[in-house]
């Protein structure tokens, strides 16, 4: 069993930054792939970036250049550096787990979810 807890939500004007904390409960956190999610009102959970075991990355074409995810394993933490932000990031971040060293990219390979950080881009 996996726990993840988000942090570092909040209320950002438009082109400012924030930063997103994920800490994960687990003796096997580095066996994980480490997805941050993010679902806008009326709108499907989609896949922001993700980082496999082997610190390979994946990001959303829309993010690309602005987001950065990271994950320190000794502290069992993933973070996503959120940089530039526009109106239409505004959404619940949620960080997710999936068993896999490589990096899945579909909403079902994770298996783990936090319960989510709102993120509001005013213009």
């Known amino acids: 069993q996996v726990q993840l807890v988000e942090t570092g939500g909040g209320l950002v004007q438009a082109g400012g930054s924030l930063r997103l904390s994920c800490a994960a409960s687990?003796?096997?956190?580095?066996?994980?792939?480490m997805g941050w999610f993010r679902q806008a009102p009326g709108k499907e959970r989609d896949i922001v970036a993700a980082?496999?075991?082997?610190?390979?990355?994946y990001y959303a074409d829309s993010v690309k250049g602005r987001f950065t995810i990271s994950r320190d394993n000794a502290e069992n933490s993933v973070y996503l550096q959120m940089n530039s932000l526009k109106p239409e990031d505004t959404a619940v971040y949620y960080c997710?787990?999936?068993?896999?060293?490589?990096?899945?990219?579909?909403?079902?390979?994770?298996?783990?979810w936090g319960q989510g950080t709102q993120v509001t881009v005013s213009s």
């Open positions: 980082i496999g075991g082997s610190a390979t990355r």
């Open positions: 997710a787990a999936a068993p896999s060293r490589y990096i899945p990219t579909t909403r079902s390979s994770y298996k783990y």
């Open positions: 687990g003796r096997t956190f580095s066996n994980y792939a």
